[in-house]
Structure formats: structure tokens, C-alpha cells
């Protein structure tokens, strides 16, 4: 029998040579698979048991059972479970118009505060016997801010990164009262709106790491004041407890709102729209404005308190005035309604007063003009 030659080796007519391994010995190892011979004695017999098997016969049998349903195109297969229960938060998203809107107001409320003394979620007497040191701190961060040149930015954030650390890290946390949580996140929102729209990349670096503790707050806060926060103009045994409510209820608001509207920023959508929308306030800026209880009573007579439940701003769009809303108000209805929604009412608005109430339209004007003076340009980075 001749040895096989190569094709190689055929066109040039010469002989394969092939290496001698007659020296080489290849041992191969006797495998045994005890199971393996019981599987062919006995077909029905396990390879394995325990856990595992209890795993793959749950699976096999339930989670990717085929349907004794047939179309006549596809056989369709059991969700495993776990693909089942598995909730995914809504994205939502907000047109650029609207989340500049929001941009602007949220820088504009620390200086506001300072020169003011009260903020659209900070009521100026909430705190008539002492204000917290929380607050204090977030005061004096303000007035500092306010100050702030590209000559003394350094010592400036330096100072303000100081109080904002104490805040993060205080100590008594577990001891805080609600009112002394309350002030903590409005303390907290207060270093937010500086950190995160101020354009320094630290300091809006540091600004993102809080914001889970932000939510944590928030959200601790409103579950520690469930009673008192159902409290409304109709409901409030009194005017300061209305006032502490309100005051829950707008700070709760703007730190999910907060989180995003940075988050569209960031990113383009965020995942907080759904537990804004779940909130309700008091839109009436002439009831949040009152100094005293005689004050409040006259404006529940006087005015609508324009109650406004899971962000629903219909009842707000058909009977409000231009000026029954604060600038927290307004950020919210633009965010719900649309820039183009509001601008229409409110030209409406404007339309049916010029006539009878000529300061109030030049006012009105003025607003306009310097709203439109501290709008950033189309592309400007927050």
C-alpha cells in the first residue's frame, strides 16, 4: 500500500517524507463518567442533583414553557421571572424654552432670598423666633455668593464648600424635629441652586454628589409630615401651621423638581416626573405673602387660593390673574402647560387689564423687559 503523497509533492515528482514519531509515546488518560455509564443503562437517570437541578427544572418547566397557545405563526414563550414586576421609571422630557425658564429662577432665588428675605419655598416668617444654623449658614453663603468677583472666587466658593459641608455631614441628624429637617433641605437646595448653575466644575461636581442626599431629605420630610402636610387654607386649624404645610409642601416640590430639570439639562430627559406631578400646593401668591394670621384670614375671603392637586393647572389657566402667581407658581405652569401656553395667557391677561389699570401694565412691561435682559443666549452651558 503506498503512502499518501502530497499535491506538493506530486507536481514536483519527489517523495512525502513524513517525521518519525515511533519515539514519542502519547499517553492519554482513562476518563471515567460513572454517570455517564448509568445514563445509557437507564436513560431517565440525573447526571446531578440538588440546588441547581431544582433551578433548571423550575425554569424548563415554567419560566420558558412553550404556550398551548398557537397563531398559526409563532409560538409564544412565558416571561421568565424575573422580567415580571420589574418597574421602570417614565422618562420625561421638557422643551429648552421651559427648562431655561426653570434654569434662570432657580439662579435668581439665592440672591432674591438675601435682598428679600423670603424665597418662593422659604416663607419670611416661618422662623420668627430663631432661624436654624442650617439656614444661617445657607444665608451667609448667599450674601457671599452675591459678592463674588473673578478676583475673590476661590475664597468665596472656598467658604461656601465649607458651610455646605457641614450641612451634608452634620451630626444630630437623627435628632432633627421636622421643622429643623425642613430647614435642612431648604439650607440644601439653597448650596444646590449656587453649585450647580454657577459654572464651576467643582463645586457642580460636589453639587451632584448631594443630590441623593437632597431626595433622601426630601423624602423623609414628607413622609414625617404626612398629617400636617394635607393641611389647607380650608383645613389649617391655624395660620402658622398652614404656613409650615406650605412650606413643606413647596420645599418638597422643588427638590424633586431640582433634581430634573438639572437632569434634563445633563442628560436631555429625567425620571422625576412622575413624583412631581403626584404633588400639590397652594398657588395664590397673595396667601403665601401674608405676614399674620388677620392677614391670611382676609385673603382666604378675598381671593381664590387657586389649591392646585397633582399639578392639575386647568382651574389656574381659566380664572387666575397674571399676578396671583410667584415665580414658584409660574415655573411649574410653564413646565406643565408649555412657554408658548403661558405666554398666550398672559397676554391675554395683559390684553384685558391694560385698559383699566395703566401701573400695572407699565409694571408688567418692566417685568417683561428685564426678564428678557437675563435671558442666557440659546446656547449658553449651565
Not at 9 to 27: D, L, Q, R, W
Not at 307 to 316: A, E, G, I, K, L
Request: with cysteine.
Amino acid at each position: 500500500m503506498e503512502m499518501p503523497r502530497c499535491l506538493r509533492c506530486a507536481k514536483k515528482n519527489v517523495s512525502c517524507v513524513y517525521p518519525n514519531n515511533k519515539g514519542v509515546e502519547t499517553i492519554i488518560p482513562e476518563l471515567e463518567f460513572p454517570w455517564l455509564d448509568d445514563l445509557f443503562r437507564d436513560p431517565n437517570t440525573i447526571p446531578w442533583e440538588g440546588a441547581l437541578q431544582s433551578r433548571i427544572d423550575a425554569a424548563s418547566t415554567t419560566a420558558y414553557s412553550i404556550s398551548s397557545d398557537y397563531d398559526g405563526h409563532m409560538i409564544r414563550l412565558a416571561e421568565p421571572d424575573y422580567l415580571l414586576n420589574v418597574e421602570v421609571p417614565k422618562s420625561s422630557t421638557l422643551a429648552p424654552s421651559e427648562t431655561e425658564a426653570a434654569v434662570r429662577r432657580f439662579k435668581s432665588w439665592p440672591e432674591k432670598w438675601v435682598k428679600e428675605g423670603k424665597a418662593p419655598f422659604i416663607h419670611p416668617r416661618l422662623y420668627t423666633g430663631s432661624m436654624p444654623k442650617s439656614l444661617q449658614d445657607a444665608y451667609a453663603a448667599c450674601a457671599i455668593y452675591a459678592t463674588k468677583t473673578d478676583q475673590n472666587c476661590s475664597v468665596a466658593f472656598m467658604v461656601i464648600e465649607s458651610k455646605a459641608n457641614e450641612l451634608l455631614q452634620s451630626p444630630d441628624q437623627t435628632s432633627w424635629a421636622p421643622l429643623d429637617l425642613l430647614a435642612a433641605v431648604q439650607a440644601l437646595l439653597i448650596f444646590q441652586f449656587i453649585r450647580l448653575f454657577d459654572g464651576d466644575v467643582r463645586q457642580r461636581y460636589l453639587a451632584e454628589q448631594a443630590a441623593p442626599i437632597l431626595d433622601a431629605w426630601a423624602t423623609q420630610l414628607s413622609t414625617r409630615t404626612t398629617d400636617v402636610r394635607g393641611y389647607t387654607t380650608d383645613t389649617a386649624p391655624s395660620w402658622r401651621s398652614w404656613v409650615f404645610a406650605e412650606s413643606v409642601r413647596r420645599t418638597t416640590i422643588m427638590s424633586v423638581f431640582l433634581i430634573g430639570v438639572y437632569s434634563m439639562v445633563k442628560k436631555g430627559y429625567c425620571t422625576m416626573g412622575d413624583r412631581v406631578t403626584a404633588l400639590s400646593f397652594t398657588a395664590q401668591r397673595k396667601l403665601w405673602d401674608t405676614t399674620g394670621p388677620l392677614e391670611w384670614e382676609r385673603a382666604k375671603q378675598d381671593y381664590n387660593p387657586f389649591w392646585t392637586p397633582r399639578m392639575n393647572f386647568d382651574h389656574v389657566m381659566r380664572h387666575a390673574k397674571g399676578d396671583d402667581l410667584d415665580d414658584f407658581g409660574m415655573v411649574l405652569l410653564i413646565a406643565y402647560k408649555g412657554q408658548d401656553a403661558v405666554n398666550h395667557w398672559v397676554t391675554t391677561e395683559l390684553r384685558r387689564i391694560l385698559v383699566t389699570n395703566v401701573d400695572f401694565s407699565q409694571s408688567l412691561i418692566d417685568m417683561v423687559q428685564r426678564e428678557e435682559s437675563t435671558s442666557p443666549p440659546p446656547h449658553e452651558s449651565y
